[in-house]
């Protein structure tokens, strides 16, 4: 019974031995790990608010406010204003940075390799994300000024039309960040391509199979809106009357205490001031 205590003593004193040995030979590198990380986050903070006073120093929230980049980042869910934003991906980039010596202080060389390997990707996610912001932002700008150029020929869809251009341009915007990402995204440009030539066939068939009418009542309104202002007296084939509305295609005409419409071509071609 002796003896076998005395083993088991021998071996758990000698286990803990190891143990403690290992401890003290980690000891150091943990140390190590801790200072390494201490310093980059307190680097990483110093110079992420500095970035943030440089940012707004160079008014980019006004600038991007009025780009509509701040909007377009509140959709994406972003809450903090775009110098901030720029502030905290610094300071992460620089934390990322010293993480890497972090782990090889601990020895932990795999875990070191796997953040490596991020940081050289990174470029491209801030390539992408880049592309995907200015982007969405540029759509924005450009379906509002053919929805405001529709709106302005009298288009009454011009809304929908707005609407349809920005989705277009936006998924231009995803093909060309999911390619800086390295997506692959052939499917997604084969499936852009089918649908431009659609739209076109499509429309050279409309204009093709009786659509003209349609398209020169819309020319002639755009004429009309610059020459027959709202309650001008006119007179349209023997019927005498007061312009109304000039809308896309037709015009409303108040005569005799009623409204009736006739096309914007037969405005232009018959009207008697």
């Known amino acids: 019974m002796q003896g076998i205590y005395e083993t088991v003593t021998n071996a758990l004193q000698k286990a803990l031995g190891e143990n403690v040995q290992k401890v003290v030979e980690f000891l150091p590198n943990l140390i ?9 986050w307190l680097i990483a903070k110093i110079i992420g608010r500095l970035a943030v006073k440089i940012f707004q120093t160079m008014n980019v929230d006004t600038i991007a406010e009025n780009r509509g980049i701040t909007e377009i980042l509140r959709d994406m869910g972003f809450v903090r204003a775009p110098a901030a934003i720029l502030g905290r991906t610094i300071y992460l ?4 940075l010293f993480l890497i010596p972090t782990f090889e202080a601990l020895k932990l060389n795999y875990i070191s390799q796997l953040f490596g390997q991020f940081l050289t990707y ?6 992408a994300g880049l592309i995907f912001i200015i982007g969405l932002a540029i759509a924005k700008i450009i379906a509002g000024s053919v929805a405001a150029s529709a709106k302005g020929a009298g288009l009454e869809y011009a809304g929908a039309i707005g609407l349809f251009m920005r989705y277009f341009l936006n998924l231009v915007v995803l093909i060309l960040g999911l390619s800086q990402l390295g997506v692959q995204t052939n499917i997604l440009t084969i499936i852009f391509t089918v649908l431009i030539v659609s739209l076109g066939l499509a429309l050279a068939l409309a204009l093709g199979l009786g659509s003209k009418s349609v398209v020169s009542n819309i020319l002639a309104g755009a004429f009309a809106r610059e020459h027959f202002p709202a309650g001008k007296e006119v007179e349209i084939q023997g019927v005498k009357g007061k312009i109304g509305t000039v809308g896309a295609v037709t015009t409303s005409l108040e005569t005799d205490g009623r409204e009736i419409t006739v096309p914007n ?6 009207v008697i001031e």
């Open 93 to 96: 980039i620089l934390l990322f």
């Open 122 to 127: 990174l470029p491209n996610l801030v390539a």
């Open 265 to 270: 071509t037969l405005l232009i071609e018959n």
């Open 32 to 40: 190590s790990a801790i200072l390494i990380l201490l310093i980059g």
